[in-house]
């Protein structure tokens, strides 16, 4: 990861609140299991202080919010179609 070689960390990040997660492909607000997910993925990025390893929590922890956000995406388009 030497694109980030030499930069400093990036600041810590704060931890989501239950209810302010929300799909915005479906709209949907994510369940507190899915936020204490995400809130795990900001703990270990607070705990990292090396910017390759902070970057690739981040992009760890977006894909998983891309997963919840995506959920139930496809069962509803299908449905919408009938």
Known sequence: MRAYQGMPPLPKQPM???GALKSPVTGR??????????????KDFN???????????????????????YQGFEQNSQQAQH
Not at 29 to 42: G, I, L, W
Not at 51 to 63: C, G, I, K, S, V
């Open 16 to 18: 989501v609140e239950y």
């Open 47 to 69: 705990r990292l202080t090396y910017r390759a390893e902070q970057e690739f929590m981040l992009d760890q922890r977006h894909r998983f919010f891309e997963m919840c956000a």
């Open 29 to 42: 607000v994510f369940a507190d299991a899915e936020v204490n997910a995400y809130n795990q993925y900001t």
